[in-house]
């Protein structure tokens, strides 16, 4: 099983900053099957990223996912207030199908 | 507009059982693999099971299986999820989730339903 570690943990930032999240796969992993998804409080996810690089419908062009391997990088270029969330790095593999990162939180500072 | 609407949640004792069901529109729901997904309260994302466009090919978790079905009704735009056996660690939202075509990813998530295992 690939295990995906996120990091940090918490990200405390100001809107406008720069946001720069890890994910760290145990294996490596194919970068067409390594995605990014939002989630606010009380809400479903929402996919952000998928592919390592490629965004999703309708998603801004602050969020930019890249990296390879064993090591991935979310970047949100310029924080807005609707950008604090948890966002969970996911890969597809053979078993289990699908798993998650355990999440960083981007808080306001 | 893709919608998915899940029900069907509920208070359940240790040992109990429950169907969930996911209501899908605004796409052709027969050509698309649907996945659930749970958050325990609190915590992250966990994959739970999924079923391919035409029921070819279903896979679980290893923490559910044996346990949960997962089923679906093509002519009714329907995604089930029957839990039997259920234990306290599977209090969580489940969350309903289409598979894009594009990739191996989720597009659209419903709103999630709430699943409550306690005595």
């Known amino acids: 099983e690939i295990v995906l570690t996120q990091s940090p943990g918490t990200l405390s930032l100001s809107p406008g900053e720069r946001a720069t999240l890890s994910c760290r796969a145990s294996?490596?992993?194919?970068?067409?099957?390594l995605a990014w998804y939002q989630q606010k409080p009380g809400q479903a996810p929402r996919l952000l990223i998928y592919?390592?690089?490629s965004r999703a419908t309708g998603i801004p062009d602050r969020f930019s996912g890249s990296g390879s391997g064993t090591d991935f990088t979310l970047t949100i270029s310029r924080l807005e207030p609707e950008d604090f969330a948890v966002y969970y790095c996911q890969q597809y593999g053979s078993s289990p199908r699908w798993t998650f990162g355990q999440g960083t939180k981007v808080e306001i500072k | 507009e893709v919608q998915l609407v899940e029900s069907g949640g509920g208070l359940v004792k240790p040992g109990g059982s429950l169907r969930l069901s996911c209501a899908a529109s605004?796409?052709?729901?027969?050509?698309?693999?649907m996945n659930w997904v749970r958050q325990a309260p609190g915590k992250g994302l966990e994959w739970v099971s999924s079923?391919?466009?035409?029921?070819?090919?279903?896979y679980y978790a290893d923490s559910v299986k044996g346990r949960f079905t997962i089923s679906r009704d093509n002519a009714k735009n329907s995604l089930y999820l029957q839990m039997n056996s259920l234990r306290a660690e599977d209090t969580a939202v489940y969350y309903c989730a289409r598979q894009a075509q594009y990739g191996f990813t989720f597009d659209y998530w419903g709103q999630g339903t709430l699943v409550t295992v306690s005595s």
């Open positions: 592919g390592a690089s």
């Open positions: 079923i391919s466009s035409s029921s070819s090919y279903i």
């Open positions: 605004g796409f052709t729901f027969s050509s698309y693999s």
């Open positions: 294996q490596s992993v194919s970068s067409s099957y």
